[in-house]
Nanobody, 120 residues
């Protein structure tokens, strides 16, 4: 039973930082690409950051240089460090499982319930 549980969201002022966590169970994250995506009210889903099993990372242009995706394979946990937050970063953030092996494809088969990020 695959399960992804996000945490760490909250309310922050513009320019501030947050670190999101995603605890994964039901499979080993080292065997699949993983990613974060977000969705703001009235907007579509936006891929934010992804981590391949080959160590590669990919970021949306809107967050490059500000967000960092990382994972702890021993703890089966995924992280998203978000710095210099902007009001347009406000959204529900989800962690997701991408395809197995290689580089991220931004195609997800499982994701969590999300954690809300508010930037004022």
């Amino acid at each position: 039973h695959v399960q992804l549980v996000e945490s760490g969201g909250g309310s922050v002022q513009a320019g501030g930082s947050l670190t999101l966590s995603c605890a994964v169970s039901g499979y080993t994250i080292s065997t699949y690409c993983v990613a974060w995506f977000r969705q703001a009210p009235g907007k579509g889903r936006e891929g934010v950051a992804a981590h391949g099993t080959d160590g590669s990372t990919a970021y949306a242009d809107s967050v490059k240089g500000r967000f960092t995706i990382s994972k702890d394979n021993a703890k089966n946990t995924l992280f998203l460090q978000m710095n210099s937050l902007k009001t347009e970063d406000a959204a529900m953030y989800y962690c997701a499982r991408d395809l197995p092996d290689g580089t991220p494809s931004w195609v997800f088969d499982y994701w969590g319930q999300g954690t809300q990020v508010t930037v004022s």
